[in-house]
Nanobody, 115 residues
Framework: QVQLVESGGGLVQAGGSLRLSCVAS????????MGWFRQAPGKSRESVAR???????WYTDATKGRFTISRDNAKNTVYLQMDNLKPEDTAVYFC?????????WGRGTQVTVSS
């Protein structure tokens, strides 16, 4: 069974940066696409970035140019560098296999952006 553990969230002012990490244990994810998702209060979980097994990446219009997803297969870890953060980025952030999550969800990490 795969366990996903996200970390790196926190409170930051608008325009600031955070780097999130997600470690997957129980199975190597080398051959899988991985993604970051977020869920804001009262809203559905949404995808924000993906990285495929060949290293290609995908972002939403809201995150393109500000977020950078990367992976370290040797560490079974996926990262999300978030720059120029905005208050609307406030949410709990999760990682999982896109498009909608094939593994059990972790607890996520809270990101709060103050204006």
């Amino acid at each position: 069974q795969v366990q996903l553990v996200e970390s790196g969230g926190g409170l930051v002012q608008a325009g600031g940066s955070l780097r999130l990490s997600c470690v997957a244990s129980g199975r190597t994810f080398t051959n899988y696409a991985m993604g970051w998702f977020r869920q804001a209060p009262g809203k559905s979980r949404e995808s924000v970035a993906r990285i495929f097994s060949n290293g290609n990446t995908w972002y939403t219009d809201a995150t393109k140019g500000r977020f950078t997803i990367s992976r370290d297969n040797a560490k079974n870890t996926v990262y999300l560098q978030m720059d120029n953060l905005k208050p609307e980025d406030t949410a709990v952030y999760f990682c999982n296999r896109p498009p909608s999550g094939f593994w059990e969800w972790g607890r996520g990490t809270q990101v709060t952006v103050s204006s």
